[in-house]
């Protein structure tokens, strides 16, 4: 962005009388203060000067008196919102100085330059930055005070902070529709009584009187409402490209200010009308448009209001007290009242209790939840009342992880959106240049009609639903999957998913319940049941396997040292001097594998365990509706030859693949990939990470662990397997509406473009029509919000 005479060379804003010199960008630079230009001096000492070139907007003004920051480093604050990763600890904060992609590009670079920082990543689109750092090497405050001297001023980024600036937005874009609108109707009554006109009877006074009035309707409408369109087209142009921005706001102008010419000068024709009517109708559809995108955040935007801010802690004594939710620490004791919703993550301590979870989820029945089960944040308490132990507080809650991934699934755009925003692109660059031998025709052989038909020409070929009809879709989708707990974490997640094939199912923690319960204990050589049970428990005390939660009761278990697990076979540790092995025959005892979980020394085979898992209740309903969607299922489990089977057997899946790594899952989707097969994955998110990653698509399911796991594309936020036909079903009627709404687009401009040209279309319905083409692309979208019964 070249420099601007007048204004600041960092922030854009008018110089005062005395500026301030600086040397930047390879030369002497004017600014507006003595913050702003340290600022400049900071970038080039970096070698960071490409920002200036590269950005599509002026960077944020910046204060002289760096704020205040120390309070970044309080505990209290930090607590209720960074979170704990590896070599530090994470936050995310909010700027509403950041404008474009160039500002983005900065602070991610500004911020690895600090000490003590890990990581960082900032967001255009939604002006949010994570910063990762050592709180060993540095205080939060000091990378903070970086980004706010170059004009970013951090903000906590907080449920609320975001719910009062959408309100703003959404106040101040409905006052841009009221003004357009009211200005729209003027405008068309005053028109109409001109183009009534027709034998040119009325008197002239008469006539400028109607078009000066129209003049001043139109203006505001035109400056104001049109506003955002403008500084869009702005951006473009400074950003060498060609956008929907460029033709909007240059059909609009040039409407009003050829109107205005021929007003002063008593010209024959105005066009104040189709001026105001295309800034109102784009208006609408992209506030349409906004809905459509909104919905996706909804569910998360919900459960971060239904969060209390106070929470009634019970104190060792027994008493209780009433405390901030930020107040609240791991292993605190909470009591929730019937209908209250729960303030943090945690484990019920009473018998049974009723959480309704349709937010989180998606289920609409409230879940009942035993001693020992988990709770989360953001579920309402039922029927009566309930107290829980906390195990995860602020940015450590499952509802916290589901924002984030929200987030991260916004922030990407998929190819094939790239791909229309690129064709809308050359499409406007063609129309400019048809739009010129349009209107080179129409001056030779009517020169009266040049101008208003090259008006229409621009107004009805708008590419707005070509480049609307991808991500209006998408964000539809997206919301309706977030509705049943889906979360998509993939940019090309949907498309993918569309196209499956095939389905293959872990077994434990996916079709079973992933909760292992423990028959009994045979085969006891030298050791008795209650000694091998105590050392299979010492074993598994860390273990992060499904059959470890089996011995979790066990009590009196000693301590194992040097515990090492293999995937897909077992673990091996030293108890009580004694190295012992638990896990599959071959691993545990040297012997033939029989199906059978045993536990072994160097002296042989000891104990043997046998263990039940029952299947989800759902899990059978799940896969027959897989298969009247066509889907080809499948069976691949690490679990012996004898349960895998029985599971196959009841799930009516044929061929089972038992005692499978997850090197052997891996190399049985590659296997059906090189078949010409889309594989789809679903997984516990536990022990899956290779054949998720390695699968066209995948689907990590299971009580909250999935969350963490990012290697999936898809995330089912709830247990219920009937999400996934579920998912699969949104999928494919996306893939469906994408198409349609690219069909209409591309038919619409095929057919507008040759009436418009041939002077069939006057301005004013042409704008009508660039507007219905782009709300029947978005009305079309938003058909997918119907969430489809599970």
């Known amino acids: 962005m070249n420099a601007v005479a007048g204004v600041c060379h960092h922030c854009g804003e008018t110089l005062p009388q005395s500026p301030v010199r600086a040397d930047a960008e390879g030369g002497t630079r004017e600014f507006c203060c003595e913050g702003c230009a340290a600022a400049a001096r900071w970038i080039a000492d970096a070698h960071l000067d490409d920002y200036y070139r590269l950005r599509s907007a002026p960077g944020g003004r910046v204060d002289a008196d760096a704020p205040a920051l120390a309070a970044w480093d309080r505990e209290e604050l930090l607590a209720g919102h960074a979170r704990e990763v590896d070599g530090g600890r994470e936050i995310t904060v909010l700027t509403d ?89 003027q405008a068309m009554m005053f028109a109409e009584a001109l183009y009534l006109d027709t034998r040119g009877e009325m008197p002239l006074p008469t006539r400028d009187f109607f078009r000066w009035i129209t003049f001043m309707v139109s203006t505001p409408v035109v400056f104001w409402a049109g506003w955002p369109f403008i500084v869009g087209a702005w951006n473009e142009l400074r950003g060498r490209r060609l956008g929907m921005d460029v033709l909007i706001a240059g059909s609009t102008l040039l409407a009003w200010a050829v109107s205005t010419i021929e007003t002063v000068r008593g010209g024959v024709h ?63 004791v909470v009591r929730i009242a019937v209908g209250e919703p729960v303030p943090a993550d945690g484990v019920l ?57 929200v987030e991260s699934a916004q922030a990407h755009r998929p190819a094939l959106a790239q791909g229309t925003e690129r064709i ?26 040049a101008f208003e038909v090259v008006l229409a020409l621009l107004v009805i070929s708008c590419p707005c639903a070509l480049s609307l009809a991808v991500p209006a879709a998408l964000a539809a989708a997206h919301g309706a999957l977030a509705r049943i707990g889906v979360l998509s974490v993939r940019p090309d997640a ?42 299979a428990a010492a074993l598994e005390r860390d273990s992060n396997h499904p059959l470890a939660a089996a011995f979790a009761q066990v009590a009196d278990a000693p301590v194992a040292g040097g515990v090492r697990a293999i995937a897909g076979r077992g673990v091996e540790g030293t108890v009580e001097g004694v190295r012992w092995r638990i896990g599959t025959a071959p691993f545990a005892t040297g012997s033939d594998d029989d199906g059978a979980v045993w536990l072994g020394n160097d002296a042989g085979a000891r104990a043997r365990f046998t263990f039940a898992e029952h299947q989800r209740v759902d899990a059978a309903q799940a896969l027959q509706r ?45 296997a059906m990939q090189r078949d010409g097969r889309v594989v789809a994955m679903v997984g516990d ?55 349609q709404n690219l069909a209409w687009a591309i038919g619409y401009n095929l057919l507008a473009l040759p009436l418009a040209a041939a002077g069939m279309v006057t301005p004013w319905l042409a704008a009508l029509g660039m507007a219905l083409s782009s709300l029947a692309v978005t009305a079309n979208a938003l058909r997918l919000t119907k969430v489809p019964p599970r």
């Not at 061929?655 to 190399?667: G, N, T, V, Y």
Request: some cysteine.
């Open 626 to 670: 897989l298969r009247e969607q066509g889907l080809t299922l499948h069976l691949a489990s690490g679990d012996a030859a004898a349960p895998v089977a029985r599971f196959a057997s009841a799930m009516g899946i044929a061929d089972p693949h038992a005692r499978q790594s997850p090197e052997d899952k891996l190399a049985l989707v590659r």
């Open 494 to 535: 949907l498309q993918r998913l569309a196209q499956a094939t095939d389905v293959v199912f872990d077994k434990t923690g996916t079709l079973g319940d992933g909760k292992p319960h423990l028959q009994g204990v045979d085969a006891c050589r030298g050791i008795d049941a209650d000694a091998a049970l105590r050392i």
């Open 97 to 185: 100085g950041m404008r474009c992609a160039a500002c983005a590009w900065l602070i991610d670079r500004a911020l690895a330059r600090e000490p003590g920082v890990l990581e960082s990543s900032a967001n255009a689109i939604t002006g949010r930055i994570r910063i990762a750092w050592d709180p060993a090497r540095t205080a939060l405050s000091q990378p903070l005070a970086r980004l706010a001297a170059l004009g970013y001023r951090p903000y906590l980024a907080t449920g609320q902070a975001r719910e009062a600036a959408r309100r703003r937005e959404r106040n101040r874009d409905l006052l841009r529709i009221g003004l357009a609108g009211i200005g729209a109707m």
């Open 685 to 739: 998110g536990l022990n899956d990470a290779p054949v998720l990653a390695g699968a066209d698509v995948s689907l990590a399911i299971g009580d909250g662990a999935a969350l963490a796991q990012r290697s999936a594309d898809l995330v089912l936020s709830g247990s219920s397997l009937g999400n996934v036909p579920a998912a699969i079903e949104i999928a494919r009627r996306t893939h469906r509406i994408v198409r």
């Open 424 to 449: 809308a692109g050359w499409f406007v660059a063609g129309l400019l240049l048809a739009a010129v031998a349009v209107y080179a025709w129409w001056r030779v052989h009517e020169p009266a009609r």
């Open 349 to 405: 301590l009473e018998d049974e209790a009723h959480f309704e979870e349709s937010l989180l989820t998606g289920e609409s029945v409230p879940v009942t939840r035993h001693a020992g089960d988990a709770v989360f944040a953001g579920t309402a308490c039922r029927e009566h009342a309930a107290k829980i132990r906390v195990t995860g507080v602020g940015t450590g809650t499952r509802l916290a992880e589901l924002a984030r991934l």
């Open 270 to 332: 105005v066009w104040f009308d189709a001026a105001v009517m295309f800034v109102f109708l784009l208006l609408m559809a992209r506030q349409l448009e906004q809905r459509a995108r909104g919905i996706a955040s909804a569910q998360v935007d919900a459960l971060a209001r239904a969060r209390p801010a106070f929470a009634t802690r019970e104190l060792a004594d027994g008493s209780r007290e009433s405390v901030p939710i930020d107040a609240l620490a791991v292993g605190d």
